[in-house]
């Protein structure tokens, strides 16, 4: 089912963010209006965000604000002079680890933040929005791989403790206001422009200058590296997937039986052992890590790893992308962007 693109507006939070950047272009370049809401904060290299909303600049059909979004009157003002009919809500304080030090920026973002998109969309009656959750919510779970329709109650950091609430704040919006939400889950995602507090950054920055670089439980850890083009892919077209609450319930659907609401994983499906992450980039490199084993740091988990039978029956989308193609992909940026 194709979304009529002709004057549709989009307002997207995070625009200057990795996947923000990467979603927003993708939608650009498909012919939607699109609105960017960004903080542009100091959590890492602002430099980075600046020149992701340049390149959206260059689009005619883009425009954009600088503000929090604990700012209400000035989001509010921003949805009344866009009247968007699609939110994507991506916006957020990131990083697991840094959860630990600043608790407070994620109550301040993800939840403060988070209600006020929210409110903002449901006083607008927006015909879809879509908001960012994480792979962290499901926790201490150790079934894998991890199900939508899995309980999730045992999140082991307030980063992933803010994302489920703002699972269950947008499931009462959905149910209170019939405002069609979908939620999607995040998993280890990776490529071209991306954060560089995230794993492929740090390896490749420290590969690159012979420093050592920091390896978790001693390297006995699995991710479901997703490539952020397949990332986005997926979240294009669960734009058009939109819940409807009347809707028959097939099996392993996460659709709410009380409101137009949906939680979708989107994730690469495979689990990749982290060294042979580090051997790939070292292959791609040419250049020998010097590991640091560590153990285990708080609030991390051993494993993560999707079931994304539900976004392939939604949208019949599988992401395609090979690990070493994506971390490629990535390197001949970072060459790139900084010159080396």
Excluded at 118 to 144: C, F, I, P, Q, W
Excluded at 247 to 260: F, Y
Excluded at 286 to 305: E, H
Aim: net charge neutral; with cysteine; aromatic share 12%.
């Amino acid at each position: 089912m194709e979304v009529k693109k002709k004057d549709m507006r989009i307002l997207v939070t995070g625009t200057a963010g990795f996947i923000g950047f990467h979603l927003s272009k993708l939608l650009l370049s498909e012919g939607f209006r699109v609105h960017g809401y960004d903080g542009v904060t100091d959590y890492y290299d602002t430099n980075l965000k600046k020149k992701r909303h340049e390149i959206l600049s260059k689009f005619s059909n883009f425009s954009s604000t600088i503000g929090m979004l604990e700012n209400q009157p000035l989001l509010d003002s921003v949805f009344d002079k866009f009247k968007p009919e699609v939110v994507v809500h991506l916006a957020a304080q990131a990083g697991v680890r840094y959860s630990l030090e600043n608790p407070r920026a994620y109550i301040d973002s993800n939840i403060v933040g988070t209600f006020n998109v929210m409110d903002a969309a449901r006083r607008l009656d927006v015909k879809h929005l879509l908001m960012a959750s994480t792979s962290s919510v499901y926790g201490a779970n150790d079934e894998m791989p991890f199900n939508e329709c899995e309980k999730t109650d045992t999140q082991l950091t307030i980063y992933a403790a803010t994302k489920k609430a703002n699972e269950n704040m947008a499931h009462s919006y959905a149910h209170l206001y019939k405002l069609p939400t979908t939620m999607f889950r995040f998993f280890t995602v990776y490529g071209p422009w991306g954060r560089p507090d995230m794993a492929l950054f740090k390896f490749t920055e420290g590969m690159l200058n012979h420093k050592p670089i920091d390896i978790y439980n001693n390297g006995d850890m699995y991710r479901d590296f997703t490539y952020v083009a397949d990332l986005v892919r997926g979240i294009r077209l669960l734009i058009d997937a939109k819940p409807k609450q009347e809707e028959p319930v097939s099996k392993n659907d996460s659709l709410s039986s009380a409101a137009p609401y949906r939680v979708v994983n989107i994730g690469n499906s495979k689990k990749i052992r982290l060294l042979d992450f580090i051997d790939a980039i070292e292959s791609e490199l040419g250049v020998k890590a010097i590991r640091n084993f560590m153990p285990m740091q708080t609030g991390d988990v051993s494993k993560t790893w999707a079931d994304i039978t539900l976004l392939n029956q939604l949208t019949g989308f599988t992401p395609q992308t090979e690990l070493h193609d994506g971390i490629k992909n990535f390197i001949d940026w970072y060459r790139e962007y900084y010159n080396v």
